[in-house]
Every structure is written in structure tokens, then in C-alpha cells.
């Protein structure tokens, strides 16, 4: 089954460590992207990735950091920058072209830090 | 400056009744997509429909129906003969040139058995 998957499911950190979140799909989409959403609020895009080896921050990109070395992947990595990092994080996926740009999105990650 | 507005926080309804969730937005393109997505209590976002802006029809799925009025900038959501799996927070959100999207803030939706 096509989709996207993330793990893991629910993170604990403590302050000061980084953290790597994983994002993997299999829909052979150009398009990746990483949102944080806090409780009760709506989704805030941390970085985004058209194509592979390229990324461009979002909204909220500092204290985050992102790769794209393959197509299906693109971990996010919460450094100990980020000063509130406890957020619910989606990844999303979007195939590339004008007619099909929905966004299709993973069960997402809870990240607390103790 | 594009913008997407959900007024309603929140609503309860009773299970049965039809409910109507509110999405104003604003662009200056001509071209655009709007979106409506789900967001059940597991947390995953599940896409409902889409629409580009040259489609003012109508669409009817099930017990979803969305209108889309380009004269007042909406595109609102209904659930006819709600029911208790329809609880949910819903999300509106529109398309820019860039193919990002810039999200409402989210109506939660409680159905009361």
C-alpha cells in the first residue's frame, strides 16, 4: 500500500539533546514537507523539498534542520536551538504538477521534552 | 496577502442535525486551489476535497457537500445527518502560486450521541 509513514510515533527528549524524526514515503512524490502544530492551533510549515538535495525553510525553520539525499525520505532533526519543541509534527507529500497538489500526510510524531 | 479564515472554534451538535462549517479566504491570484481536510482525535490529516478556482460547482459526496462562491470568497463545508465519527477538527485551506498552503485555523467539531 502507497502512503507515508513516520516514526516514531510519540518521542521524548530531553532538553538539550537533538532529536531525528523520520518521514518515508512511497508515492514517488516530488514534494515533502514538515508541519509543527501545537495543541488547539493549526499547522505552522517548518521546512519544505521540491526535489532531491534541495530544501527551503518555512515559517519556523529555526532550530529545525532537514535533508533530502533520497526522494522517499526527509528527516527533520529538532536541534537543542529550537527553545519550545514539544509539538505534534506532520510530514506531507505532494506529487509534482498543477492538476494533483493536495497534500497527503503520515499519522505524524508527538515530541515532549522532559 | 493570502489568508484563510475559519470563524467557528468550535461546534456541538447534536447527533442527526446538519451542520454547516464556514471557510472565508483570501487571494489576489486567479488561479488557486482551495482544500478541505480532516483531522480525527488519531491526529492524521485526511484529505477531502479539493477544488480549483475556474469550478464554482457544487460537490456532493455522501453526507459531505461543500459550496464554493467565488462573489463572497467562501468555500463552506456541510455534513448532512451528522454522526458521531464525523467528530473532528476540519481544516480549510487554500493554495498559493507555490503550491503551499496556507491554513485556517481549524473548526473542531463535536457530534453529540
Known amino acids: 500500500d502507497g502512503g507515508i509513514t513516520q516514526s516514531p510515533k510519540y518521542l521524548f527528549r530531553k532538553e538539550g539533546q537533538n532529536v531525528t524524526l523520520s518521514c518515508e514515503q512511497n508515492?514517488?512524490?516530488?514534494?515533502m514537507y514538515w508541519y509543527r502544530q501545537d495543541p488547539g492551533q493549526g499547522l505552522r510549515l517548518i521546512y519544505y523539498?521540491?526535489?532531491?538535495?534541495?530544501?527551503q525553510k518555512g515559517d519556523i525553520a529555526e532550530g529545525y534542520s532537514v535533508s533530502r539525499e533520497k526522494k522517499e525520505s526527509f528527516p527533520l532533526t529538532v536541534t537543542s536551538a529550537q527553545k519550545n519543541p514539544t509539538a505534534f509534527y506532520l510530514c506531507?507529500?505532494?506529487?509534482?504538477?498543477?492538476?494533483?497538489?493536495?497534500?497527503?500526510f503520515g499519522p505524524g510524531t508527538r515530541l515532549t521534552v522532559l | 496577502a493570502q489568508k484563510v479564515t475559519q470563524a467557528q472554534t468550535e461546534i456541538s451538535v447534536v447527533e442527526k442535525e446538519d451542520v454547516t462549517l464556514d471557510c472565508v479566504y483570501e487571494t489576489r491570484d486567479t488561479t488557486y486551489y482551495l482544500f478541505w481536510y480532516k483531522q480525527p482525535p488519531s491526529g492524521e490529516l485526511v484529505f477531502l476535497i479539493r477544488?480549483?478556482?475556474?469550478d464554482e460547482q457544487n460537490e456532493i459526496s455522501g453526507r459531505y457537500s461543500w459550496n464554493f462562491q467565488k462573489s463572497t470568497s467562501s468555500f463552506n463545508f456541510t455534513i448532512t445527518a451528522s454522526q458521531v465519527v464525523d467528530s473532528a477538527v476540519y481544516f480549510c485551506a487554500l493554495s498559493d502560486s507555490n503550491y503551499q498552503l496556507i491554513w485556517g485555523a481549524g473548526t473542531k467539531l463535536i457530534i453529540k450521541p
Open positions: 508515492l514517488n512524490h516530488d514534494a
Open positions: 506531507a507529500s505532494r506529487a509534482y504538477g498543477t492538476r494533483y497538489n493536495e497534500q497527503f
Open positions: 523539498s521540491q526535489i532531491v538535495n534541495d530544501f
Open positions: 477544488r480549483n478556482s475556474f
